[in-house]
């Protein structure tokens, strides 16, 4: 190093600023740095809340969808007026000929004042179902009444009343099963 | 809190720093203190001396300089040669001071960090966004100016050895 050098480096390096400046400073400094709020962490609230309204929203989605698919299966078949292929009004007796249907079809919640006139075989969303003719004792609508086992995917289908094309069609669900009772005017029944 | 670097140091080493680029005490102060209060609250007990030496920087760049940005040609490094002062005496820190304050402040700046913080012109280029060439041009430049400022003082004050 130089002398020059050496000087430069010595005069630099005998100034400093006074302990009550570097203070002041410092403490300024202190007063002036956010304290760690919600606002740290606000990236991360925003990014949860995101995550979590989208899959909110995704499962919302995905609900209406399955309902959607379910009521428009069920007011096509509906629609069909296919003949019951075993005629009884009595649902014992409808079970016990239904023998490859292994849960129950007969439920407290299917609507009074329906008399069974019989039913057959048939499926919902792939899944083996009972369908019933009902007529209303009062009214003489004739109705369907489509009831199966309560797959881990119909689970998800919420209890909806929607017309569609004339067809109104009812969904609710027991412990067991999925019921949807479809006619072509507005049922009475409320649940 | 821990600090990355005690924060006295960082204050005392920027002081430094800024008044190599300002060269007034007074001026140093404002620049140091507004440095800190933007790195400060940014960096917390992260700041190093690295990034406060930028933060002043980039303070000093907008408040004293934004219009006045000189622009210096590339130096050809072949004709830097290392510089002396040939005197018997000894340079007064009131003499120096005065030769600083005869330099613009990017040869301040340069001669600074180069002489005091150790830092090689190829470094000083990247922090300050300069071509080495230009950064061996201010120290060249600075310290010639400072031998013929220092030489011219003491030569005033010691005629019969002029």
């Known amino acids: ?191 | 809190m821990t600090y990355t670097q005690d924060p006295q140091h960082i204050l005392q080493s920027g002081y430094r720093y800024a008044l190599s680029l300002v060269h007034q005490a007074l001026d140093a102060e404002d620049l140091v203190h507004d440095a800190w209060l933007k790195a400060y609250p940014k960096y917390g007990t992260k700041l190093t001396q690295s990034l406060f030496f930028t933060t002043i920087r980039n303070v000093y760049i907008d408040q004293y300089r934004r219009n006045q940005l000189a622009v210096f040609e590339a130096f050809d490094e072949e004709t830097y040669k290392e510089i002396e002062i040939d005197t018997k005496h000894d340079i007064s820190s009131e003499d120096l001071d005065q030769a600083l304050a005869k330099l613009n402040s990017n040869e301040r700046e340069a001669i600074f960090l180069n002489i005091v913080e150790g830092y090689s012109t190829q470094e000083i280029a990247d922090k300050t966004d300069r071509s080495r060439n230009t950064v061996l041009s201010h120290i060249h430049r600075g310290k010639r100016k400072l031998v013929h400022t220092l030489t011219a003082l003491i030569n005033r004050r010691n005629p019969l050895q002029g």
């Open chain 1, 1 to 191: 190093m130089s002398n020059l050098d050496k000087h430069i480096k010595q005069h630099y390096q005998s100034k400093a600023l006074s302990q009550s400046k570097v203070d002041a400073i410092l403490t300024e400094g202190n007063e002036k740095r956010p304290t760690r709020s919600w606002r740290s962490f606000s990236p991360l609230v925003a990014a949860a809340l995101l995550i979590i309204g989208f899959v909110f929203f995704n499962n919302y989605q995905a609900q209406n969808l399955l309902n959607q698919r379910v009521i428009t299966e069920i007011a096509m078949n509906h629609s069909k007026q296919l003949d019951a292929e075993i005629t009884t009004s009595d649902y014992d007796d409808l079970q016990t000929k239904l023998n490859r249907v292994d849960f129950p079809i007969y439920s407290e919640t299917i609507p009074e004042n329906h008399q069974l006139l019989g039913g057959r075989y048939c499926s919902i969303q792939g899944e083996l179902a009972a369908q019933l003719k009902l007529k209303h004792k009062k009214t003489g609508d004739v109705k369907t009444l489509y009831v199966t086992r309560l797959t881990p995917t119909l689970k998800n289908v919420k209890n909806q009343t929607i017309t569609q094309n004339s067809i109104t069609t009812q969904l609710w669900k027991t412990s067991d099963c999925l019921f949807a009772l479809a006619s072509k005017t507005p049922t009475e029944t409320t649940y």
